[in-house]
């Protein structure tokens, strides 16, 4: 079955505490990218990666990283969570402009 | 301004009728456009994806884009409960990668 997985899908944790949410899709996939869907702002664009070893920043980036070694994996990483971060974040793919394939969520809570 | 304005709802409307939903654009750049249905808890998934102007239907959805007026609308025939959720209008343009969502508008069919 195609699908993109990602893990945690609930996490609670505190300020400054790193984290990472992984990422992972079976669709050989060359485009992958973090979105977070906040009430009111809806769905805005993380970080992005067109193919292995090469990504992007979105709309948001601040306070986020990305890394892809892989060409199924796409990580996102915390270094300093802080409030503000408390969000649904979701992970995408997609063969270049193709519409994208999303995962089911990740939902942060930084106290 | 946002890019991409759409009508957050909630909308309610009882079974079987008629349901149109929309949303407008300011940047000309935009070629390809799509419509999500968001289940609570769970990730987007695709429902329609054009490219031109005009009409695409697909079952009981009709994708619509005007890009003379900026405008695209998603048209849902003998509306169901299960089609209750949220429905995100989502477009990018030619130069690739960066995907700009509307709010989402909450849809909730009554039996």
Redesign the interface.
Same mark, same amino acid.
């Given at each position: 079955e195609a699908q993109?997985t990602q893990n945690p899908r609930y996490l609670i944790t505190v300020t400054g505490k790193k984290l990472t949410v992984t990422c992972s899709q079976n669709m050989n996939h060359e *485009?992958m990218?973090w *979105?977070r869907q906040d009430p009111?702002?809806?769905?805005?664009?993380i970080y *992005?990666s067109?193919n292995v070893e090469v990504t /992007?920043k979105? /709309?948001v980036p601040e306070g986020y990283k990305v890394s892809r070694k892989e060409k199924r994996n796409f990580p996102l990483i915390l270094e300093s969570p802080s409030p503000n971060q408390t969000s649904l974040y979701?992970c995408?793919s997609s063969f270049? *402009?193709q519409?994208?394939?999303?995962? /089911?969520?990740t939902r942060l809570s930084i106290l | 301004q946002k890019e991409v304005e759409q009508d957050p709802g909630p909308l309610s409307v009882p079974e079987g009728a008629i349901v149109s939903l929309n949303c407008t654009y300011s940047n000309s750049a935009f070629q390809y456009f799509m419509w999500y249905r968001q289940y609570s808890r769970k990730g987007p998934e695709l429902l329609m994806y054009t490219y031109s102007s005009g009409n695409k239907e697909d079952g009981r959805f009709t994708a619509q884009v005007d890009k003379s007026s900026k405008y695209i609308s998603l048209f849902i025939r003998d509306s169901q409960p299960s089609d209750s959720a949220t429905y995100l209008c989502a477009m990018i343009g030619t130069s690739g990668s960066r995907l700009t969502f509307g709010e989402g508008t909450q849809l909730t069919v009554n039996p």
């Open positions: 993109v *485009y990218s *979105y009111g702002l809806g769905l805005r664009q *992005y067109m /992007d979105g /709309d979701f995408a270049g *402009y519409p994208q394939h999303f995962g /089911d969520g | -």
